[in-house]
């Protein structure tokens, strides 16, 4: 898929993202808040086209636990979609899910690991998990794609039935390399 | 400019909430609004500063039949300022946001902010595509914050209000509880 003027991403999303999808809906996920990234492209579409689910396009990633923490005191479920960058803006907005003991469930589209072109993207990338563990969040690696769908059903079901904060970290080896070749 | 009384104009306020319910931002604006009156259908944020409005987004987005009032500072709002384009993209039609503008971090030590020198939140808001904005700086003006319940949402105003001396009046404390009485209150628990 293009990505006009950055380069392109190797449209690895089809099967994960439609089975993300189907989990969400079965589930009563009905928003998705994000600040959209390559490897979340064909997911995000998806929930733009159906008339039932919401898509919250955010300023910063933060904005999304506090937007969650608000579906959930008004009984509706939701989740963030982000790139790894965006755990780093969270970090301060997660004390909320620790304090009100709230489901929290995100999706994260790893960068800065495998075959990373872009240096400016490791930092964070490496350090993601490390700091949504430091605010208590449980985290579920998954780097081999037909085990996505398992693994996100998996943590929508942890997050929501047991009230806690959960994230799915999606691989770059799963999501394919972001090339800037033209 | 001496600016109003907060606690006045938020007890004035809540006093015609209904069956509203209320945010509150992290610090004065919560002490103000316990002050006016425990209830159940207020959620009391003591952290999670710049996350006022997204939190009352979300409710707003949750519960579209009741109306939200998020109630928070300046400092607070200036720090989570992208939210107000997320809520005008959203269009939450039962959203009303005041914030009670002193000028300056006043639960820190009374720190001067932006809004006492250049910065006009309103501006912002309407900036930031949110159509229905106004300020108040008199009592004689306070009427106007009516639309905060009134007015196809979202609405966005500023109350120029003095950094005065109250006493502290703190709301409980602990999220989980907080949280779960505010479900069960909505029937949502
Ligand atoms: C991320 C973060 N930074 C700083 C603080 C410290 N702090 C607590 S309340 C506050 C600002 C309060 O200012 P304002 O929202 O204008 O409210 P006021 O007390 O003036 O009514 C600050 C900076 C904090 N709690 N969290």
Redesign the interface.
Same mark, same amino acid.
């Given at each position: 898929m293009a990505e006009t003027g950055t380069g392109t991403i190797t449209d690895a999303g089809t099967d994960w993202s439609d089975e993300v999808f189907a989990a969400m809906r079965a589930r009563g996920i009905g #928003?998705v808040a994000t600040v959209p990234d390559g490897g979340l492209t064909r997911l995000l579409n998806l929930c733009a086209a159906d008339n039932a689910t919401?898509l919250? #396009? /955010? @300023? #910063?990633e &933060? &904005?999304?636990?506090?937007?969650?923490?608000?579906?959930?005191? +008004? +009984? =509706?479920r939701?989740m963030l979609a982000m790139q790894s960058s965006g755990t780093g803006n969270c970090i301060?907005?997660l004390? /909320?899910c620790a @304090?009100? =003991?709230?489901p929290c469930l995100m999706l994260v589209t790893m960068r800065g690991q495998w075959g990373e072109f872009n240096p400016w993207q490791v930092p964070m990338g490496q350090g993601a998990r490390a700091a949504m563990e430091a605010m208590g969040v449980i985290c579920f690696d998954v780097d081999e794609r037909p085990r996505i769908g398992e693994t996100f059903a998996a943590a929508a079901d942890l997050a929501f039935d047991s009230s806690v904060a959960v994230a799915v970290m999606i691989g770059q080896r799963a999501i394919g390399t972001k090339s800037f070749a033209k | 400019m001496n600016g109003l009384d907060r606690r006045e104009l938020i007890s004035e306020l809540l006093a015609r909430r209904g069956d509203a319910l209320v945010v509150t931002g992290l610090g004065s604006p919560s002490w103000d609004c316990f002050a006016a009156g425990d209830s159940a259908a207020t959620f009391y944020l003591w952290g999670a500063m710049g996350l006022a409005v997204p939190t009352a987004l979300g409710l707003a987005l949750a519960q579209p039949e009741r109306r939200v009032l998020c109630v928070t500072g300046d400092g607070e709002m200036m720090m989570g300022i992208g939210s107000l384009a997320v809520v005008a993209a959203q269009q939450p039609a039962n959203l009303g946001i005041l914030v009670l503008d002193n000028g300056h971090f006043g639960e820190t030590g009374r720190q001067e902010g932006m809004t006492s020198a250049r910065t006009d939140l309103a501006a912002m808001a309407a900036g930031a595509g949110i159509a229905t904005t106004l300020t108040v700086s008199e009592p004689s003006e306070m009427a106007q914050l009516a639309a905060l319940y009134d007015a196809p949402g979202p609405v966005f105003a500023v109350a120029k209000v003095a950094l005065g001396d109250h006493p502290l009046t703190l709301p409980e404390r602990d999220g989980a509880t907080l949280s779960r009485r505010f479900r069960a209150g909505l029937g949502v628990a």
């Open positions: #928003t919401r919250v #396009t /955010l @300023t #910063t &933060e &904005e999304g636990i506090g937007l969650l923490a608000g579906l959930w005191l +008004g +009984g =509706k939701g301060n907005a004390s /909320l @304090t009100l =003991k709230m | -």
